[in-house]
């Protein structure tokens, strides 16, 4: 009686988490959707059955600090990223300073807010304090001599995120890793993640009857430039 052509699904309700942390960005709710994507087909039939299709919320296929895809494992390097170097002294497990060489060209981005961002801006929602060295988060405290050949990287949290604090040795790779809002982590433009998590939202969309699928916190999405 009620004519309703469409239900709508927040991502707290059908995933269980706004941005993610601990899953994936298709992650079902164990409490509204017990066995998982049966059930979430089992109710889009339904509905479809009776004229409805369904609308979900995502955060743009924001990744999770734990998602078991990307980061769990195996983290992907296709992470976006706003500079890249290697170590330029070795480093305990417990160093909080850190020596840095940036790659040829790296330099600080800036913070301005502009509805144009580039290479050498990272928006302001962005967090940039997340270095990744080896396969260990590090939290940045404080960067220092960016001016110079070798960066000093002050006051660092090793074995941030749920890694391990390692030694690592000299010219270890280290990638500094852009977070939006400090929350999750976001592919790089530039790579061929940005398509593999937009075939794979699209496919589970076509699996599960979902007519309309809401992309909030697309900004996260010019991360490194306007996509």
């Not at 301005?112 to 939290?139: K, M, Q, S």
């Not at 990638?175 to 809002?181: A, S």
């Not at 061929?192 to 075939?199: D, N, P, S, W």
Request: glycine share 8%.
């Amino acid at each position: 009686k009620l004519d309703i052509k469409r239900i709508y699904m927040h991502t707290d309700t059908w995933r269980g988490e706004y941005w993610p942390v601990k899953y994936s960005f298709l992650h079902l709710n164990p409490k509204t959707f017990p066995n998982g994507e049966e059930d979430f087909q089992r109710f889009a039939k339904y509905a479809r059955s009776k004229g409805i299709g369904l609308t979900i919320h995502t955060v743009s296929c924001a990744i999770a600090n734990e998602d078991p895809d990307y980061v769990v494992g195996k983290i992907d390097p296709r992470l976006a990223k706003w500079i890249e170097g290697g170590l330029a002294k070795t480093l305990s497990a417990t160093d909080t300073t850190i020596l840095f060489k940036p790659a040829s060209g790296g330099e600080m981005p800036t913070g301005i807010d502009r509805p144009v961002t580039g290479p050498a801006n990272v928006d302001p929602w962005n967090h940039i304090r997340v270095i990744r060295v080896g396969d260990e988060f590090v939290e940045v405290g404080a960067f220092a001599d960016t001016d110079k050949e070798v960066w000093t990287l002050k006051a660092c949290r090793r074995g941030a995120i749920k890694s391990a604090p390692a030694p690592h040795p000299a010219d270890t790779p280290v990638i500094g890793l852009i977070r939006p809002y400090g929350q999750c982590f976001t592919a790089d433009n530039d790579s061929t993640l940005v398509e593999e998590l937009g075939r794979r939202i699209a496919e589970f969309s076509n699996r599960n009857n979902i007519i309309h699928c809401e992309q909030d916190a697309g900004e996260i999405h010019t991360v490194n430039h306007q996509w």
